[in-house]
């Protein structure tokens, strides 16, 4: 069954492009046009209501065109536990993407957190990324994602708080 059958085609879709296009191809099926401004303003409203996997797409939709909005996105949708937007965050840590600076030890508290959920890319991700770090370096990514908490969602310019790991 294609993702267009599906009720929600954020479940099936794990890039704005390919939520988009399923969107599309649902309006299709129905005999309805839908516009890339429906599809986001959908997505904006189930963010805003706590949609982690709405609020992971709109990270992904504003990376090219906002990098604090896509960050923002991308934090609270880590912050509910989805376990992409936590690999995206350390990502972003790992290759210092604006609005955050390069921090190794950032960058592996995300992906531990993130392969925590027994997804095995994300094992691997991790793991190979520990392989490019100090024994030191791992053990503070560690401790750091032992002490995570979830906290509000501040760019890095406007607030060290949120990297708060007590």
């Known amino acids: 069954m294609s993702c267009a059958r599906q009720q929600d085609c954020s479940v099936y879709s794990w890039s704005f492009a390919n939520y988009l296009m399923c969107r599309i191809t649902q309006g299709v099926e129905k005999g309805q046009e839908v516009t890339r401004g429906e599809v986001v303003q959908d997505l904006m409203t189930r963010a805003e209501k ?8 709109l990270g992904k939709y504003f990376e090219p065109i906002d990098p604090n909005e896509s960050w923002r996105w991308n934090c609270l949708a880590a912050m509910q536990q989805h376990r992409i937007a936590q690999s995206r965050m350390g990502w972003m840590h790992r290759w210092g993407i ?16 993130a392969a925590s959920q027994r997804d095995s890319r994300l094992v691997e991700l991790r793991d190979n990324f520990a392989k490019s770090l100090t024994p030191e370096q791992t053990a503070e990514g560690v401790e750091g994602a032992a002490k995570w908490q979830p906290e509000a969602c501040e760019t890095p310019t406007q607030s060290q708080a949120f990297w708060k790991l007590n």
């Not at 955050?100 to 531990?112: P, Q």
Request: proline share 4%; aromatic share 16%.
């Open 50 to 57: 706590g949609d982690a996997q709405a609020q992971y797409l």
């Open 98 to 113: 604006e609005p955050v600076s390069k921090d190794l030890v950032r960058a592996y508290m995300w992906y531990v957190l």
